[in-house]
Nanobody
Framework: QVQLVESGGGLVQPGGSLRLSCAAS????????MSWYRQAPEKERELVAR???????NYADSAKGRFTISGDSANNTVYLQMNNPLPDDTAVYYC??????????????WGQGTQVTVSS
C-alpha cells in the first residue's frame, strides 16, 4: 500500500505564489507517474500537471506558464509551484500516484486533498 500526504494549501492572493507538496510512503513500491488534479465546487476533477519518472512533464493549458511540477524521486515527493494564481484556480488539489506494488501489480492512489483559495 501507498499513502499520499499533501501539504502547502491555503489562502493566497492573486499574483502571489504557493507551493504544494505530496509525499508518498509505504513499502515495496515503485512510482512511475505522479500528478496533481483539482476539483472546484460543482465541477469535475481535472488534471493540472503530471510528471513521469524520468522527468517528462505535462500541463493543462490553464496551468502552462504559471505552474511548475517537479519531483524528488529519491524521496517519492512531488511539488506543484503555483505562481500568479488566479481566482479560477481555487479548488481542492489532489495528489495522484501510479505505483507498482511488490513488483507485480500497478495501482492508483489518491491523497486526501488540500484546499487552495485564491482571493484578495
Amino acid at each position: 500500500q501507498v499513502q499520499l500526504v499533501e501539504s502547502g494549501g491555503g489562502l493566497v492572493q492573486p499574483g502571489g505564489s504557493l507551493r504544494l507538496s505530496c509525499a508518498a510512503s509505504g513499502s515495496n513500491f515503485r512510482i512511475d507517474v505522479m500528478s496533481w488534479y483539482r476539483q472546484a465546487p460543482e465541477k469535475e476533477r481535472e488534471l493540472v500537471a503530471r510528471i513521469v519518472n524520468g522527468g517528462t512533464t505535462n500541463y493543462a493549458d490553464s496551468a502552462k506558464g504559471r505552474f511548475t511540477i517537479s519531483g524528488d524521486s529519491a524521496n517519492n515527493t512531488v511539488y506543484l509551484q503555483m505562481n500568479n494564481p488566479l481566482p479560477d484556480d481555487t479548488a481542492v488539489y489532489y495528489c495522484y500516484a501510479n505505483a507498482l506494488i511488490s513488483g507485480r501489480t500497478w495501482r492508483a492512489y489518491w491523497g486526501q486533498g488540500t484546499q487552495v483559495t485564491v482571493s484578495s
